[in-house]
């Protein structure tokens, strides 16, 4: 349920902030980009289209994305227990890794903060919110939509994360 639900947001946030297309198919969901992408590591390469699959067998994940995207590079992201890597890079995927979504950690120094979490409310702060790693940016197109949030955490006058 919460892959789900994670998986309409990305789709939902990125067909509003970049024009992105997103076509529901049995076990996949692929958001297509009106322009191409750089995936900087651990191969650099270029893509338009990323596809979110479920808990499904990696055979079904593997087959539906080859008719989806043919032989074009594109982005995979399983949301499923790490165990089923391996049948990823059996089935033609050059690298495969596991991450936790929906969280980024604060550096150390900054936890003692009073920090408030609020909204990203204006261009400024989308600007600062981007200059912050990882790469998960903010679009100015999501400020006052109501179906998009960027959230901030904030200490001392600036925004931490």
Do not use: Q
Request: aromatic fraction near 8%; hydrophobic fraction near 45%.
């Amino acid at each position: 349920m919460y892959a789900e639900a994670f998986v309409r947001s990305v789709a939902h946030k990125f067909a509003v902030e970049v024009g992105a297309v997103v076509s529901d198919t049995p076990v996949l969901t692929a958001v297509t980009y009106p322009e191409p992408l750089e995936h900087p590591w651990p191969r650099s390469f270029l893509y338009a289209t990323e596809l979110f699959a479920g808990a499904a067998s990696p055979s079904d994940v593997v087959s539906r994305a080859h008719e989806v995207v043919g032989d074009r590079d594109h982005v995979l992201n399983v949301m499923a227990e790490p165990d089923d890597l391996e049948g990823f890079l059996t089935r033609g995927y050059t690298h495969a890794w596991t991450n936790v979504i929906m969280a980024a950690p604060i550096a150390e120094e900054l936890v003692a903060w009073p920090a408030a979490v609020t909204t990203i409310s204006d261009e400024n702060e989308v600007a600062s919110a981007n200059a912050i790693e990882p790469d998960n940016l903010c679009h100015a197109t999501a400020i006052g939509d109501p179906h998009v949030t960027d959230l901030v955490a904030r200490g001392e006058g600036r925004i931490a994360a």
